[in-house]
T-cell receptor, first 114, second 115 residues
Framework: DTEVTQTPKHLVMGMTNKKSLKCEQH?????MYWYKQKAKKPPELMFV???????INESVPSRFSPECPNSSLLNLHLHALQPEDSALYLC?????????????FGPGTRLTVL | AQKVTQAQTEISVVEKEDVTLDCVYE???????LFWYKQPPSGELVFLIR??????QNEISGRYSWNFQKSTSSFNFTITASQVVDSAVYFC????????????FGTGTRLQVFP
């Protein structure tokens, strides 16, 4: 199973809402990533979890709160977002140890903040 | 500093034409990795290839081929006999062996293949 799944596929939320994005992989990967991608731009790294611990936070505003409950799951909790946070949010995973491996990406969640 | 440049913003071809997507990178690292990803309209980034800086051999996979030239810091991607299904945005990316979690992406090239 070489698949990263993300739910929901689409999400519309108001600026006062609290919502969560979910990512799951069953490839035994121990590194998981959140990216944000605006239209016609490359993905931008937000967070990296390595062995379920947050290892990289690319100075992301605190209204985005990541969580890694176990080695297969990655969540992104959203609160008090702004309209400019509307984007495609991509999750990725990668194996640890051995030679460098590529990141496998999920299909993304298209988020619209009203 | 690390940087990836994909100078071609958009390319349009007719089916069965060959097309080459250019990628030029900058890095001070002596060892690094280069990647190509495809992003169809559905949004998912699909991994195509990883190349170690030690390995300058060109690679062919079906209709896809990659030309890695360290002397010119380029890692170009050629699609032979393009098909409509090749229509997508293609990203070239670079990572250092010292920080393999960070992918430095180019701005992408949008390829449109018309029937």
């Amino acid at each position: 199973d070489t698949e990263v799944t993300q739910t929901p596929k689409h999400l519309v939320m108001g600026m006062t809402n609290k919502k969560s994005l979910k990512c799951e992989q069953h490839m035994g990967h121990r590194a998981m990533y959140w990216y944000k991608q605006k239209a016609k731009k490359p993905p931008e790294l937000m967070f990296v979890y390595s062995y379920e611990k947050l290892s990289i936070n690319e100075s992301v505003p605190s209204r985005f709160s990541p969580e890694c409950p176990n080695s297969s799951l990655l969540n992104l909790h959203l609160h008090a977002l702004q309209p400019e946070d509307s984007a495609l949010y991509l999750c990725a995973s990668r194996g640890r140890g051995g030679p460098v491996n590529e990141q496998f990406f999920g299909p993304g969640t298209r988020l619209t903040v009203l | 500093a690390q940087k990836v440049t994909q100078a071609q913003t958009e390319i349009s071809v007719v089916e069965k034409e060959d097309v080459t997507l250019d990628c030029v990178y900058e890095t001070r690292d002596t060892t690094y990795y280069l990647f190509w990803y495809k992003q169809p309209p559905s949004g998912e980034l699909v991994f195509l290839i990883r190349r170690n800086s030690f390995d300058e051999q060109n690679e062919i996979s079906g209709r896809y081929s990659w030309n890695f030239q360290k002397s010119t810091s380029s890692f170009n991607f050629t699609i032979t006999a393009s098909q409509v299904v090749d229509s997508a945005v293609y990203f070239c990316a670079l990572s250092s062996t010292y920080n393999t979690d960070k992918l430095i992406f180019g701005t992408g090239t949008r390829l449109q293949v018309f029937p």
